[in-house]
């Protein structure tokens, strides 16, 4: 018993002694964490490099744009043909994708030889050997009476500009076949396919493996957004934020980026970590100078590495007594297959000494102990730089996100990977432990790159019917030039209907006078009230306006909420909500004696027969209190107040916000004469020469005309441009068949359900085109009706030019990104006589009202004079 302990402790400290002995030798092969976080952070700056337009040529990460969008999102069905070359053997595969909601596919694949004489021959006897083993596939499944869509998995760096088309950068590996390098490989398949006239293949896509690999992953976890490559090359892809890919147009969503990372450290940026052996091993390879982070990690390379390393420790006597056998001089003798075996846990030392025994050399022990740490140095070392380079790309991704802790899958394949026995625990443990912010998932691909092509190829059917359904139903919101001059005319025509008498009642355009009948001239001074009224809060405000060189405008004002119940109960009810409003104002300011005149802003349709009366035509906005349409609003304001008797007021005005809007843009520019509201309604007014405006007696001077062009089109007029969702959410609103041009939201939202959308990535794109679209619309809708009114204008005054403002407000105008622009550039296109300056209105429904009253009382001042 006690000599099989001895023995035992013998064995033992011998190993003990063996391994660091070895440790000593490659000590530069070790790599700390420390080492590991700099090459995390060496790789980082290189993705930003080859992502930049500006460093993409230098960079030796290219970081190459796959153009795939998005990953399987379950609905994918078809059937499919893929190639995959690239690895040792050439695969064709034949996917089935069922779309019976358990996400289930069959591949059936067949292997071929990749002979030398292919590998390194020409492009064509290539391509053709492709096309001859994919003829057999088809022939051997029957497949060849189908015209099937075809994913092509091609395992080499490629710049793609589309899809289905890649332009070969460089052969990688032990390829080395003459005249493809930078033509478009997916051309020379399809001049290959095309001799063979039997067949009828689609190739819709071109694929990385390590796409393929993502995609492949991402159908069985939709949380796999990362794909890897650990067999005889190395390589990665991830899903990138758009925003970040110079090397693309458009900045929404996403795309997977193939970063090509086994060109890592081309240019000098790892020579501090590459070893004389890395040195050595480079130099004998078919591209010296290229590919040196996969050299260091790939098992095309892991197995000539440890050779290298037994020769120069033999060499030195450290191994073997110091002979060399003829079988450990020669290159390619230790292959990956022979390094995974000398590693296995139980049979490793035996494994290592019959493979050595196999070299012609005849090893010892210490021997044996040795090598076989070798051959984990070198794996380990492999496992720890793909690891480092990984986090990486998962630390971007976190950022990208903006999250503190990311939740990812990783799909991974490649030989190395799968039949080492230690290297998928190494690589899981660094990876985990160099980024502990993210919860990673690893996930072997069962189907390889085939089933990916396909998946690819899938998806890309699927986004094509998808956007010929997107394009389809947006079509009728995009307005052609000849289109919005016809809207222009028929408003032009709607517009003198409703200042005519005969026609004015059957007008849809309403054309209401509102009795205003000059703008600020500067002179106007003292303290008004003014009420706003048009939305779900109501407004009172005290507005001091000074006149001469200190002309200013002072404003103090208190909301109030306007409860539904009140919004939609009675016309008593309402007014005197609003008296109540006021009576805490005045007690607020302490002014509660004062008789101060008013502006009462009610942002209604109202036929005025003077500036103090206004009847309420309609209600809109969501309002429907009763009794009160067809009533004077200004006498039920009194009434309200005579009811509370606790104070009076003198009632200057009753003022549509539009009016104020331009009366509030008048006072900062005399050549303001037009109001513009585009925000939760649409409106405008206008200066109009009274002798146009036969509805009101006399025809000297001016008289602001409030449009109400909220209500054109009420006639059909312009049906042939409403889509059925105008339609709908007419139907679904509180006024069917009025107020057309309102609530784009929920005409988004009914398209939106159209569609069928989820809360994806890609489905938010298609959100934000929808928005885009319908606000773009109203956009130029409400261009074309300005410029009717614009060209009348100009034709009013006989000018050749008008030069001319508008006054705006509206939070549509003033809080959309690219409302005001395409606004300013319709009514240019459809103006091109007309000078418009647009003037964005400062509190024109609060300001406006008392402006509008300081104007009223100047002038009815000078007529008492």
């Known amino acids: 018993m006690f000599a099989v302990h001895l023995l035992a402790f013998h064995f033992t400290k011998l190993k003990e002694d063996q391994i660091k002995k070895v440790d000593r030798y490659l000590y530069p092969l070790r790599l700390s964490d420390d080492v590991l976080l700099d090459v995390m952070a060496r790789f980082q700056a290189e993705m930003v490099k080859g992502l930049g337009r500006d460093t993409n040529s230098t960079a030796t990460v290219k970081m190459l744009p796959s153009f795939v969008r998005s990953l399987p999102d379950g609905s994918e069905k078809g059937d499919f043909l893929a190639v995959d070359l690239g690895g040792s053997q050439f695969r064709a595969h034949q996917v089935k994708v069922f779309d019976d909601g358990r996400q289930s ?278 496992a720890n730089l793909c690891a480092a380079a990984l986090a990486a790309i998962l630390s971007r991704m976190r950022e990208n996100k903006k999250l503190l802790r990311m939740r990812t899958t990783v799909g991974i394949d490649g030989g190395l990977y799968k039949t080492h026995p230690q290297y998928a625990k190494r690589l899981h443990k660094v990876v985990r432990r160099l980024v502990p912010t993210c919860d990673v998932r690893f996930l072997l691909s069962t189907s390889g790159s085939g089933k990916g092509a396909a998946m690819v190829t899938a998806v890309a059917r699927r986004l094509a019917a998808q956007r010929s359904h997107i394009d389809a139903t947006l079509a009728p919101f995009l307005l052609s030039l000849g289109t919005l001059r016809e809207v222009r005319n028929k408003m032009r025509t709607e517009l003198e209907y409703g200042l005519k008498r005969e026609t004015q009642a059957n007008a849809t355009v309403k054309m209401l006078p509102t009795y205003v009948c000059g703008t600020p001239d500067g002179t106007e001074k003292g303290k008004f009230l003014a009420l706003d009224l048009g939305g779900t809060n109501f407004r009172v405000l005290l507005v001091k306006i000074k006149s001469g060189r200190r002309r200013s405008v002072q404003m103090y004002n208190k909301i109030f909420a306007i409860p539904l119940e009140i919004m939609q109960g009675t016309g008593e009810e309402l007014f005197d909500h609003i008296v109540q409003c006021i009576a805490d104002f005045l007690e607020y300011m302490g002014i509660k004696g004062a008789r101060l005149p008013l502006g009462f802003t009610f942002s209604f349709p109202c036929r005025q027969a003077s500036i103090d009366k206004g009847t309420l035509v309609g209600w809109t906005k969501g309002f429907k209190a009763t009794d009160c349409e067809g009533e004077d609003v200004v006498d039920m304001l009194r009434e309200a107040i005579r009811r509370r008797n606790e104070f009076d007021l003198d009632i200057v005005a009753v003022v549509n916000d539009t009016v104020g809007t331009m009366m509030t843009c008048g006072y900062e520019d005399p050549n303001c004469e037009i109001g513009l509201i585009a925000g939760t309604g649409s409106n405008v007014c206008y200066m109009e020469d009274m002798k146009n405006i036969e509805i009101v007696e006399g025809n000297e001077g001016k008289m602001c005309i409030n449009t109400e062009w909220g209500a054109f089109g009420d006639n059909g007029c312009i049906d042939n441009i409403r889509t059925k969702y105008d339609k709908e959410v007419d139907e679904g609103s509180l006024n069917p068949g009025k107020q057309s041009d309102r609530l784009a939201l929920l005409q988004v939202r009914r398209i939106l359900q159209q569609l069928g959308l989820d809360s994806t990535c890609e489905d938010s794109i298609i959100v934000k085109e929808v928005c885009g679209v319908v606000s773009q619309r109203a956009a130029r809708l409400c261009g074309a009706g300005l410029a009717a009114i614009v060209e009348k204008k100009r034709e009013n005054r006989g000018v050749e030019r008008l030069q001319i403002t508008v006054g705006v407000d509206g939070t549509l105008y003033k809080l959309h990104p690219h409302f005001s622009r395409v606004l300013q550039e319709t009514v240019k296109e459809l103006a091109p006589q007309c000078d418009v300056t647009f003037m964005l209105s400062e509190d024109g429904s609060g300001k406006g009202a008392a402006l509008i009253t300081a104007v009223a009382k100047r002038l009815h001042n000078v007529g008492q004079k």
């Open 105 to 382: 596919s069959q591949l059936e694949s067949k292997f071929y030889p990749t002979p030398k004489e292919v590998t390194q021959g020409n492009g064509a006897e290539l391509f053709d050997y492709v096309a001859d083993c994919l003829l057999d596939f088809m022939e051997t499944k029957n497949l060849k009476h189908k015209k099937l869509p075809l994913g092509f998995t091609f395992s080499f760096p490629c710049k793609q500009t589309k899809l289905e088309e890649g332009v070969l950068l460089a052969w990688t590996k032990h390829f080395k076949v003459r005249g493809v390098q930078d033509t478009d490989v997916v051309t020379s398949l399809r001049r290959a396919l095309q001799k063979h006239k039997d067949i009828d293949v689609d190739v819709l896509a071109l694929v990385n493996d390590t796409v393929g690999t993502m995609m492949t992953c991402g159908y069985d976890d939709q949380h796999c957004e990362v794909g890897v490559i650990i067999g005889t090359g190395t390589n990665a892809c991830y899903m990138e934020e758009m925003r970040h890919i110079d090397l693309v147009e458009g900045d929404e969503g996403r795309m997977c980026i193939n970063t090509e990372w086994g060109a890592f450290g081309d240019d000098g940026a790892l020579d501090d970590l590459r070893t004389e052996f890395d040195r050595e091993l480079d130099l004998g390879s078919l591209n010296p100078g290229k590919q040196l982070f996969e050299k260091m990690i790939s098992s095309l390379y892991l197995g000539e590495l440890v050779r290298l390393i037994l020769l120069k420790m033999t060499k030195e006597g450290l191994l073997f007594n110091g002979k060399v056998s003829t079988a450990l001089l020669t290159k390619g003798k230790i292959e990956m297959k022979h390094v995974s075996a000398m590693e296995k846990y139980k049979e490793g030392l035996s494994n290592t000494k019959e493979i050595l025994t196999e070299l012609s050399l005849f090893p010892s022990e210490e021997d044996c102990i040795a090598v076989q740490h070798v051959c984990t140095i070198v794996s380990f070392r492999s």
